[in-house]
Nanobody, 135 residues
Framework: EVQFVESGGDLVQAGGSLRLSCAASGLTYGDYAIGWFRQVPGREREGVGCIRNSDNTTVYAPSAKGRFTISGDNAKNTMYLQMTSLKAEDTAVYYC????????????????????????????WGQGTQVTVAS
């Protein structure tokens, strides 16, 4: 079973930066994609971007391009979401998730790039970490 420990969420001032971590266990073999999502209470979950471990292909939702950067350390099975120039509207719970099959990995990459909801591509989800941006 795949499990995640997300960390790095904090209270930060607008304009600041933050790096979130997603440490995964149970992802020992094969190709997979890790996606980052965020959700504000009362609103739908929003895909931010994803990274494929085999070649570090990274795709971002249109709304996340320019300020968010996803990277990975395969040796540590840890993925990162670097956020810069944070705004109050970035306040949300941020989640990571894993897509394990080739079909789901492709679905995650394509839907994320199109700005569509990629949630259905993912098999396992983390518990989330709170990011609060004070204006």
């Amino acid at each position: 079973e795949v499990q995640f420990v997300e960390s790095g969420g904090d209270l930060v001032q607008a304009g600041g930066s933050l790096r979130l971590s997603c440490a995964a266990s149970g992802l020992t073999y094969g190709d997979y994609a890790i996606g980052w999502f965020r959700q504000v209470p009362g609103r739908e979950r929003e895909g931010v971007g994803c990274i494929r471990n085999s070649d570090n292909t990274t795709v971002y939702a249109p709304s996340a391009k320019g300020r968010f950067t996803i990277s990975g350390d395969n040796a540590k099975n840890t993925m990162y979401l670097q956020m810069t120039s944070l705004k109050a509207e970035d306040t949300a719970v941020y989640y990571c998730a894993a897509a394990l099959s080739p079909r789901r990995i492709s679905l995650a990459l394509v839907t994320t790039a199109r700005g569509e909801d990629p949630s259905s591509a993912y098999d396992y989800w983390g518990q989330g970490t709170q990011v609060t941006v004070a204006s």
